[in-house]
């Protein structure tokens, strides 16, 4: 299956595409983790996003788009993969679709994580608390001034996306505010709900 995880900083994309990666024997792509990667890896890429990223804005469509379009061409990524993080823009989301066509390939479906922004940001402060607490290092965007940054630049930039999606009848929403086995589970639905679609299709 190809998917795409949507929702804020703190939604649980994170956590819930880790346990569908497994479940669908798909890699989780992230292009946050990508980015992080670039920047320890000192890489031209990594020395264009670092400070982008330090201040919680979003790094251009032409770098990720092109992370992006690399990552998909892996020999893992052949049977499908779930996207979390990518697209950010309209644009991306557009690049994506483009980028898919020319291999004659989709999405299934765009699952979207819904939750409120008092409980996106106590859940970042627990997440910075527990790195702590372990002696770990604390993202450098988890900050609270960083990590409002990164909530403007979903609400304006990505919010959109989830209409692009809606308006061509991809998205799949899940309530993100319930405990995580229960978010799980309507996942589980929606996925089921997504393959109802396709298998009308094929008919
Ligand atoms: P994340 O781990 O998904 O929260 O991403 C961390 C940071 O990486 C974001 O705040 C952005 O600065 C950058 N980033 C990740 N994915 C994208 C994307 N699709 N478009 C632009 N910037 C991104």
């Given at each position: ?9 703190g ?28 920047v320890?890896?000192?890489?031209p890429?990594?020395l264009k996003?670092?400070?982008?990223m ?12 092109g ?15 779930i996207?979390?993080?990518f ?20 999405l ?13 940001v106590s ?11 372990v002696?770990?290092?604390v993202?450098?965007d988890?900050?609270p001034?960083t990590l409002?940054a ?11 996306v ?14 993100g ?6 978010v ?16 009308q299709?094929?008919?």
């Amino acid at each position: 299956m190809r998917l795409v995880f949507l929702g804020p900083p703190g939604a649980g994309k994170g956590t819930q595409s880790e346990l569908l990666k497994r479940r669908l024997g798909v890699p989780q792509l992230s292009t946050g983790d990508m980015l992080r990667g670039a920047v320890r890896a000192a890489s031209p890429v990594g020395l264009k996003a670092k400070a982008i990223m330090d201040a919680g804005q979003l790094v251009s469509d032409d770098v990720v788009i092109g992370i992006v379009a690399e990552r998909i061409e892996e020999a893992d990524a052949g049977q499908g993969f779930i996207l979390d993080g990518f697209p950010r823009t309209v644009a991306q989301a557009e690049a994506l679709e483009e980028l898919l066509a020319e291999r004659a390939l989709r999405l299934d479906g765009v699952l979207e994580l819904e939750v409120n922004e008092a409980a996106l940001v106590s859940r970042i402060e627990k997440r910075v608390e527990e790195t702590r607490a372990v002696g770990g290092v604390v993202r450098a965007d988890d900050q609270p001034e960083t990590l409002k940054a990164r909530l403007d630049a979903y609400k304006v930039q990505t919010s959109p996306v989830s209409t692009y999606y809606d308006q061509r009848g991809l998205l799949y929403r899940v309530n993100g505010m319930l405990p995580i086995d229960t978010v799980t589970g309507s996942i589980e639905e929606q996925l089921a709900a997504m393959r109802a679609v396709h298998q009308q299709e094929l008919r």
